[in-house]
């Protein structure tokens, strides 16, 4: 790995490099520690002259601008009680294809199409002819007609006993 010198990071924070050096500087600096020392080395000198300041208008300016902060940050403080406010719920944005409008129309168009198309008159003519056929040939004694005509034979052969039994009559 390439490390840089201070000079190359002195240039670097005033601003004498190209974009495309200056971004070859910072891609390195994510992930050097050493390079990020030497980095912060070049900037502690414009760190201490911006600390000094010139004089007592940069003071009171300062003082106003934290005083502007501290109003805006109030109603963030912690109540008397010592708990923070609670935020406002966040609403999130309905999509387009949530809202309900969307599958009124949707249901409206698909309607639309199977009126339009006839499927609704072929599925009406088939199952007329279906019915046609249907009662046209006899009909089928189903499941439970044979299981009620088996269950009153079976009854329709016991027979009482003269001492209060059943008997089977064969």
């Not at 005033?14 to 390079?35: A, I, P, S, V, Y």
């Not at 080395?41 to 010139?54: H, K, N, W, Y």
């Not at 109603?75 to 935020?87: F, K, R």
């Not at 129309?105 to 199977?114: D, K, M, S």
């Amino acid at each position: 790995m390439t490390h840089y010198s201070l000079d190359t990071w002195r240039s670097y924070q005033e601003d004498l490099l190209t974009e495309q050096e200056r971004r070859k500087l910072e891609e390195h600096l994510e992930g050097c520690d050493r390079c990020l020392a030497l980095y912060l080395e070049a900037l502690q000198p414009a760190l201490d002259r911006s600390a000094v300041g010139t004089g007592a208008s940069e003071a009171v300016e300062a003082a106003a601008w934290t005083d502007a902060i501290m109003e805006r940050l109030t109603p963030y403080a912690a109540g008397e009680n010592g708990e923070l406010p609670q935020p406002a719920p966040l609403r999130r944005r309905e999509r387009w294809f949530e809202r309900k409008l969307v599958h009124y129309a949707a249901a409206a168009a698909i309607t639309a199409a199977i009126l339009s198309t006839g499927v609704l008159d072929a599925m009406r003519t088939g199952l007329d002819r279906l019915e046609q056929t249907a009662a046209a040939q006899p009909a089928k004694p189903g499941v439970a007609d044979r299981l009620m005509e088996r269950t009153t034979s079976l009854l329709d052969t016991i027979q009482p006993k003269e001492n209060g039994g059943t008997r089977r009559v064969p």
